[in-house]
């Protein structure tokens, strides 16, 4: 079985065909892809696809910029030809492609969890001509709306129900991971780890060049900021701990002091009155003797 992505081997066709016909018939292929929903932008890289397309079929060029960069907005609102003309699947995967790039944007915008995009919003990013430009707000973050309006409106609930289907497809495509919630009208977004990444134009690499740069070097000072608070943190306890130490010693020293001087005191004492006793027994031992030998 082969480790290729599917994107890799229509690839690998582009760059061993030179007919301009056969290039057609595998940019419709990948297009139609079920599964291929990145990587559109390595097929503008084959020389045989930019330089085929560039002059003869530019809309074809457009149209694989519109799958690996756009949105169904710029599909929807472009002029007649400026894009291919997409057929049902193709537009359902720009839909899909449409709510990941949404659903990125908003992760971007936001720190909290679990992040929120209402169902306006989402309806006016994938239908623009029907629901227009009222709800495109960037506002998208832990916004979620209970309008009478969206559910009392036939027209309006066949187009909510045709969102969902197009969410469910996303979530079964493992574009992205979240929970509709049809009472709140709103998509719940769990996490970012399971949002797809689409392909990065040209113009954005610079700027998230710089933008990692920013991130690495906030990241260095911060953990810098963190490990001097603990080196001075560190450095202060051991100076407390010196202190104490050192109040330890000079109280043992002092505690010391005074035993010994308390033992020597008794040790005195008891050395005086043991010659005293002694004294005196040693005197009536005399006496007694010499009265012993008077009466003898």
Known sequence: MSNLDPIDEFVDMCMNTKDIGSLKVIIQQVLSHPNIFAGFSELLAVPNVSSSFSSTSPSFLKTIELFAYGTIKDYTLSEKGYYLDLNSTQVKKLQQLTVVSLVRDALSNTSSRPC????????????????????????????????????????????????????????????????????????????????????????????????????????????????????????????KDKQFMKRVQSSAKRTQKTKMSSNISGVRNNVHGEETFDMSMFVDGIEGSAFKKQKG
């Open 116 to 239: 929120q995009i209402s169902y306006p919003v989402l309806l006016s990013a994938i239908y623009p001509q029907q629901f227009g430009e009222s709800s495109t707000n960037h506002n998208i973050i832990n916004y979620s709306t209970q309008s009478s309006t969206f559910k009392n409106d036939p027209k309006q609930l066949d187009a909510i129900r045709e969102l969902e289907n197009v969410l469910v497809s996303c979530i079964y495509s493992n574009l992205l991971s979240g929970k509709l919630d049809h009472r709140n009208m709103c998509f719940k977004i769990n996490s970012s780890t399971n949002v797809m990444s689409r392909d990065v134009p040209l113009s954005s690499i610079l700027p998230m060049k710089t933008k990692l740069e920013n991130w690495k070097q906030n990241s260095l000072n911060s953990a810098c900021s963190a490990l001097q608070r603990m080196i001075d943190q560190n450095q202060e306890t051991r100076e």
